[in-house]
């Protein structure tokens, strides 16, 4: 009985032993599932996140707890950045020291424009096995050799994209590019990013029930014309849910400097001159796109927000821009410099949602005159970058140069020429040391990391490995938190046809053309809109000389007709001939003259330094500076800048002098006038001769059409102001908002900011109380 007592003891711890190496030793129970895809793998884990991969990466599945993981570096076991439960912080640091100095210093690279597929010439060329896009036979949706060359041989993880053949091409290239990325050692994402690419096409037609290509909005300056911040955070989450449809997850916007200077050639890119309005509008614009759109938080449709160009680049001395190295000085004579951080530091950098501050910036090229003590470009100037953002504004984002900053400089007035604005006699390697060691980040338009690399051995020699490798670490760390929190790590893969059903949708179609509605301002009516429907309109051509464009190609003349005629013969008969009309439709842009610089001055003796001028006629700046407030540079061996009694002439006077043709035609019935701002200008020249005037930012025809015949009444007001003459443009501070004598009209209106019509006279609401100043 004893011995049977035994052996029952025996078995019974026996069983005990069995059952507890059971619970020990069991599989948890899984809790993610995965689904074949065009492509790729989805991984779905119940009560985490999403995951996707490319089967042909190497990458493949690790469970731990029963969730699911992506083994990115293939060492089968969960690293730190490998773990979606951890916090982006930690994850950040742990993925930035397992990195290579090679890595890092890739990681710090932001490309050159890709165009997708790429051209067979020019800035945005790529080739694909040796061969032109046409005689590859290659899907548009390939990856060039370029390409895969920066992300291999040079570890480039942040890409800048261009034209787009199309949202489903854009879908299937974002994924061939992750997959390739994923494939590579550490398998880090690529953060696709893009500058603004809502614009419209005038004469394209809008449908309500028709979508698009994407979503066409006015510019900067049309959503300002607004003053309507909740129209702007809208604008940014439905161009957020179409950019992570195309790939991209960091927009290179918004553009916050505010256009104290009316010349300056990229105003329209700003939401106008007044500091205030600016802020709230950066604060709605980047908590719209980084903001999920549901709690403001980091969300699967947020993009980072590169907000540009610190610390302020409107106020370009004479309004000359320093994408040149003649307009590389910014100036300020008013004491002004601290109201353009205005719209950073209480709006980019004073979210409202829990996103914060825009995730990135970019510092402008220009070198702020005087404000620290060395005069170099902002991105180089440790002052503006360490001093003044990091430490006074406590910004702990990304900061990325602007584009071709560390290049060679070759000529004072061609765009593609390198930008080392007050570091010209630096070596390139020099350059980015000095660039690290003001603070900053990343390297705009640069495929090449072996200049880092120079740098890195530069500050070794300086300051000493171990706080050189600690500085690279710094950046790197801000760096990958921008991949993090747009969540491409763990599901950066699209599927094309849902791309192509969200970008340009109906519902995104139809706010976007409400906004430009609501952008049109209306400067004058003499009883004379709307217009009834039918009513017999005459329009003529606009004919256009030959110019330039900002970026430096030619734009050739042109004789036709301004606006598409077919859409307008919707609301009104149209008549060739001026005595059988009720009324003129006359469709003009602000007058254009050149961006202050001419080679051909230079030739005759002078300095090369000319007027920019905002009225058509001919202009001679009798009123300039005498001496140039800023000067110096290695091409020029004078300081003074002046363009003091030079003459310019619009190239576009035949804007005016088809105005005057056409009143003359009337015969005294009605002339309207509708002008396509992009700068202010000086309406003195032909404001007596029109009837009606309104304000267009670069919105579809449709948009003013509704306006003429009174289907949308206009609402839109001035985000600048439009000077009596150009005296007071010459006696204006380059930095001070609201600082001209305005002009008036026939009508006792002045043409101030905040100014603006409707058809009960002029508009005084809560906007106007708000921000006139």
């Given amino acids: 009985m004893k011995q049977l007592k035994t052996i029952f003891a025996v078995l019974t711890f026996s069983i005990i032993i069995i059952s507890c190496e059971t619970k020990l030793n069991e599989t948890p129970e899984l809790k993610w599932a995965e689904t074949d895809q065009s492509g790729f793998k989805l991984v779905a884990n119940k009560g985490g996140k999403t995951l996707s991969y490319s089967p042909s990466s190497g990458v493949h599945i690790l469970t731990v707890d029963g969730f699911a993981f992506k083994d990115l570096n293939r060492n089968n076991q969960l690293d730190v950045y490998e773990d979606w439960r951890k916090s982006i912080d930690e994850r950040a640091k742990n993925l930035a020291s397992l990195m290579s100095l090679e890595q890092i210093a890739g990681l710090m690279l932001y490309s050159s424009h890709q165009s997708i597929p790429a051209r ?26 370029q390409q895969k060359s920066f992300l291999r041989d040079d570890n480039l993880k942040h890409v800048l994209i261009t034209a787009v053949e199309s949202a489903a091409v854009a879908a299937e290239w974002n994924n061939n590019i992750h997959a390739f990325a994923e494939s590579l050692p550490l398998g880090i994402p690529v953060n696709n990013s893009s500058d603004p690419r809502h614009g419209t096409i005038a004469s394209s037609e809008y449908n309500a029930a028709n979508g698009g290509s994407i979503s066409m909005w006015p510019t900067h300056l049309g959503m300002a014309a607004t003053f309507n911040p909740e129209i702007v955070e809208r604008f940014g989450e439905i161009a957020s849910k179409e950019y992570r449809a195309l790939g991209v997850t960091t927009a290179l916007s918004p553009q916050v400097d505010i256009a104290t200077d009316p010349r300056w050639a990229r105003v329209s890119g700003t939401f106008g001159e007044n500091p205030y309005l600016g802020a709230d509008l950066a604060q709605a614009y980047v908590n719209g796109f980084q903001g999920s759109g549901v709690d403001q938080d980091w ?14 680049g409107g106020s370009g001395e004479g309004g000359r821009d320093a994408h040149y190295g003649m307009g590389k000085f910014a100036v300020y004579p008013g004491n002004n410099f601290e109201k353009q951080l205005i719209p950073f530091t209480e709006g980019a950098f004073k979210l409202n949602g829990k996103t914060k501050m825009a995730s990135a910036v970019m510092p402008y090229y220009t070198i702020s005159w005087n404000q620290s003590n060395e005069q170099v470009a902002n991105g180089y100037n440790k002052y503006l970058i360490t001093d003044l953002l990091r430490e006074k504004y406590n910004y702990d984002g990304v900061v990325c140069t ?225 001496k140039s407030i800023a000067g110096g540079d290695p091409l020029e061996n ?17 804007d005016l002098q088809l105005v005057k043709d056409t009143h003359k035609k009337m015969k005294g019935k009605p002339v309207v006038v509708s002008v396509t701002l992009d700068n202010p200008m000086v309406f003195s020249e032909f404001e007596h001769l029109a009837d009606a005037i309104l304000i267009g930012f670069r919105v579809q025809d449709q948009a003013l059409f509704n306006v003429l015949c009174g289907d949308f009444e206009p609402s839109g007001l001035l985000p600048l102001q439009m000077p009596l003459n150009m005296k007071t443009v010459e006696k204006q501070a380059e930095d001070m908002h609201q600082d001209m004598e305005c002009y008036k009209d026939s009508e006792g209106n002045i043409y101030d900011f905040a100014f603006g019509l409707n058809w009960g006279g002029v508009i005084k609401d809560e906007r106007t109380t708000r921000y006139k100043k």
Avoid: C
């Avoid at 067979?120 to 060039?144: C, I, M, Q, R, W």
């Avoid at 004078?638 to 035949?654: D, E, G, L």
């Fill in 299 to 312: 969300g699967n449709s947020s993009v980072n927000a590169m907000v540009k160009h610190w610390p302020g």
């Fill in 638 to 654: 004078f300081n003074n800048r002046t363009y003091k009694n030079k003459t310019v002439t619009a190239s576009n006077i035949t």
């Fill in 402 to 626: 602007d584009w071709l900053i560390t290049h060679d400089y070759i000529s004072i007035d061609q765009f593609i020429s390198g930008k080392p604005w007050g570091v010209e006699s630096l070596s390139v390697a020099e350059r980015h040391y000095k660039i690290l060691m003001a603070g900053v980040d990343q390297f705009g338009g640069n495929n090449d990391s072996q200049p880092i690399i120079d740098a890195y051995a530069i500050g070794v020699k300086e300051i000493g490995e171990t706080a050189m490798r600690a500085r690279m670490e710094k950046s790197a760390v801000r760096l990958l938190k921008n991949i993090f929190q747009v969540g491409v790590f763990e599901n950066p893969y699209l599927v094309p046809e849902q791309s192509k059903e969200s970008v340009g949708n109906v519902k995104y179609m139809k706010e976007g053309f409400e906004a430009q509605q609501k952008s049109v301002v209306m400067l004058k009516n003499k009883a004379t809109l709307p217009i009834k429907k039918q009513a017999t309109v005459y329009v003529p051509k606009r004919f256009v000389p030959e110019s330039k464009h900002f970026l430096g190609f030619p734009i050739p003349s042109s004789n036709d007709y301004p606006v598409n005629l077919e859409i307008l013969k919707n609301y009104f008969n149209i008549t060739n001939n001026p005595d059988e009309a009720d009324v003129a439709l006359v469709f003009i842009e602000n007058p254009k003259t050149g961006y202050g610089y001419d080679a051909a001055d230079v030739k005759t003796g002078g300095n090369g330094y000319v007027p920019m001028t905002l009225q058509y006629g001919e202009y001679t700046a009798t009123e300039a500076r005498e």
């Fill in 120 to 145: 067979d010439n020019g800035y945005f060329k790529g080739t694909y096995s040796g061969k032109s896009f046409e005689e590859s036979g290659a899907k548009s949706s390939e990856l060039t050799d």
